[in-house]
Nanobody
Framework: QVQPVESGGGLVQAGGSLRLSCAASGRIFGNYAMAWFRQAPGKEREFVAAINWSGRDTAYADSVKGRFTISRDNARNTVYLQMNSLNPEDTAVYYC?????????????????WGQGTQVTVCS
């Protein structure tokens, strides 16, 4: 069993920045793709960003492209989501997930282990 753990959420003003972290267990962390999803109240879970095993391949939802950056540090078993130019529409619970393989996918079915989520609230 692998349990990713998110941190770094909180309250931020519109236009501000926030960095989320996801720590995952396992000595083979570097073999697998990682991703961020989010879910706002009353809405379906939404893909945000993903990164392949090495960090050299990434994918982003159109809604966050140019504002968010996903990165990873395999030596620390940690994935990051740098969020800039935040707006109230970014308010959601953000979830970190570990993939089935090392390749980037943008569907939730491509991920096996999920964190409990961290709340991000953007106020105007």
């Amino acid at each position: 069993q692998v349990q990713p753990v998110e941190s770094g959420g909180g309250l931020v003003q519109a236009g501000g920045s926030l960095r989320l972290s996801c720590a995952a267990s396992g000595r083979i962390f570097g073999n697998y793709a990682m991703a961020w999803f989010r879910q706002a109240p009353g809405k379906e879970r939404e893909f945000v960003a993903a990164i392949n095993w090495s960090g050299r391949d990434t994918a982003y939802a159109d809604s966050v492209k140019g504002r968010f950056t996903i990165s990873r540090d395999n030596a620390r078993n940690t994935v990051y989501l740098q969020m800039n130019s935040l707006n109230p529409e970014d308010t959601a619970v953000y979830y970190c997930a570990a993939g089935r393989t090392g390749t980037v996918v943008v569907s939730a079915v491509g991920y096996v282990y999920w964190g409990q989520g961290t709340q991000v609230t953007v106020c105007s």
